[in-house]
């Protein structure tokens, strides 16, 4: 037996995507044109950084730039290999006395995200051609027809090799940012979510495709969830897509939500009924010699198992089974009934900034059935009558308190969703939205 489970055991542990997300080339036309003012500060930065002092006053002085300005910077998909990043520098540069003349310097570098020994995705850089050239300042010729320079001071000042070097800071998503996508993110005080990359993206015409597991941590352990019957591959849209970014999650992502949940012990809730001891033992006879004072009436719910979601067409469904404890007092709480409920309710999906917001919006069916008594038989109807309208309404509200912080998305720090639109079908959830960086 040890051995066949040795065996099985690898398969239980395999990782497999659950959820994903595709940045698209409208989503990199985006990243560019964010990262176009940040990469002119780094440049001007790098550029215009003072000359070293002559070694002697009858040194001629050196040329000095005075002006960086980034004309053109885009970044476009190569589909099956990865990015292409050019850009293109006006630089306005004075030498003594007065002369002052413009060069353009020009950067074509192809790019790609890896995953790193540790797990962690980043950029790497896999060529770096830069270009520098003087723009001809007459009148008469197009500014825009530069020619190359011949090997004058300006080259040897302009150390184009570093800045290919650290080409790829001149983004707005370096790698700090990219490592942030695998950060923990908590749902509620005990239960944490974390999305580990599985492996480095992959390059399609629709957009760079990343695939992720989904990791929750209770207490900060790391918990067994169901395994996933069916691997999760990330469907690609059949035409190109106008948002920044697609989102998509499995089933199986939201069954594990719920699992993580249940053993967190966030779905235990207490529902107190309109009903007192009283107003019971007017119904039930048997209660009048349980309780001397009239108290309160309480269902303290648990899951008996694990909770069910079911993605069909437009349309999420929660399948929670549970047992309440029908009692009252507090200490000690005395239970007089033990009830199986079993709720079945629609889940309402939206996201507020990178937080998916899910919450049980109408219950659809609820089932009561009788486990134990201490007070004699109760016919099912009466269970319904004095029990349905509690439960009905109260574990809805309850639910919806646990969850009402929201899921952390994937997301990388500094940025954060907008335009979304949400799409239910049939086994998972897609969530396409646009970009939009945060003011500092």
Known sequence: LSILLSLLLPAHTARSPDCGGILTPSGLRYLAEVSKPHAESVLRKDLMAPPAPAPSPASPSRNQITSVKVDKFSLTLIPDAGMRLS??????ITSAPSTTKEMRLSILADLHVDMNPEGNLELVTSDCKPTLEEVQSTEETDRSAPHKSSGSDVDKQINVEKICLEVSKLLLFPNERLMSLAAPFPITPSCQVQYLPLAAPMYSEQGIIISLQTTFQVAGTAIPLPVSPVPFSMPEPARSSPSHLILAFSEHFYISLFSALEQSGALNVSLLSSLTTATLAERITQMGSLFQEDLPVVLQAVPRSSPHVVLEEDKAIVKLFLTAQIGAGSSPFQSFLSVNVDVTARLHLSVADTRMIISVAAVEDIEL???????????????????????????????????????????????TYTDVNITIHKDYVLIPCNLQLEAR
């Open 87 to 92: 850009i293109e520098v006006d630089l306005g």
């Open 369 to 415: 059935s009788l486990a134990t008594s201490d007070v004699g038989p109760i016919l099912a109807a009466l269970l319904e009558e004095l029990f349905l309208p509690t439960v009905r309404e109260e574990v809805p509200a309850q639910i919806n308190k646990v969850l009402r912080q929201g899921v952390s998305l994937p997301h990388i720090a500094g940025f």
